[in-house]
């Protein structure tokens, strides 16, 4: 049982470069979710969606899409990276009762330069 | 605007002894709160929660206690193990939330050194 898998796990871009990060769950979780973690900032909420075809912003939106074309996986893409968004992004899914939390991914470490 | 706080970035306790956790928030339309465990290069992990009209929820060595009155809760670990060492993230969720949205605090790094 996978549970949640990130791909790729680490990923050094140049500033204007693009990339997507993908997340995919073998749960049959309806909701999923992207955050990212910096030092001293928690985990702050970029996207989410509560099912498939479906997407919303969360906290720190800016400088990200996402697309949830099939239940089983969400996809986050930077158009035109920025130094500010080196992070280590975790995707995470949930069934949809808050009392069984969230199954997070190992994270994808990125830098831009 | 940090609505949920975690004011101590790190904690060390010897192996046996009780670590306490610390979480305060701002917003009295939380209804759920929860404690995530991260190992480094991990994903955190969910660990214990607790509802909003509940004071205490207890799990093996883990215990969530929730004062509504001082916006505050904590996470008692007892008794304390090595492998306990990880950070230790709180998060909430709002009543009226849609989506499941968590909101998580900055974070606590807990040592046990034996």
């Known amino acids: 049982n996978a549970g949640v898998t990130q791909t790729p796990k680490f990923r050094v871009l140049k500033t204007g470069q693009s990339m997507t990060l993908l997340c995919a769950q073998d749960?049959?979780?309806?909701?999923m979710y992207w955050y990212r973690q910096d030092p001293g900032m928690g985990l702050r909420l970029i996207h989410y969606s509560v099912g498939e075809g479906t997407t919303a912003k969360g906290e720190v939106p800016d400088g990200y899409n996402v697309s949830r074309l099939k239940k089983q996986n969400f996809l986050l893409g930077l158009e035109s990276a920025a130094p500010s968004q080196t992070s280590v992004y975790f995707c995470a899914s949930t069934p949809g009762r808050v009392d069984y939390g969230y199954t997070f991914g190992s994270g994808t470490r990125l830098t831009v330069v | 605007d940090q609505q949920v706080k975690q004011n101590s970035p790190s904690l060390s306790v010897q192996e046996g002894r009780i670590s306490i956790l610390n979480c305060d928030y701002t917003?009295?339309?939380?209804?759920?709160f929860l404690w995530y465990k991260k190992y480094p290069a991990e994903g955190p992990t969910f660990l214990i929660s607790i509802s909003s009209i509940k004071d205490k929820n207890e799990d093996g060595r883990f215990t969530v206690f929730l004062n509504k009155s001082a916006k505050h809760l904590s996470l008692h670990i007892v008794p304390s193990q090595p492998g306990d060492s990880a950070v230790y993230f709180c998060?909430?969720?709002?009543?009226?939330?849609?989506?499941?949205?968590?909101?998580f605090g900055q974070g606590t790094e807990l040592s046990v050194k034996p």
């Open positions: 998060a909430a969720r709002g009543r009226y939330n849609q989506g499941g949205k968590l909101i």
């Open positions: 917003n009295s339309m939380f209804d759920y």
């Open positions: 749960m049959n979780h309806e909701y």
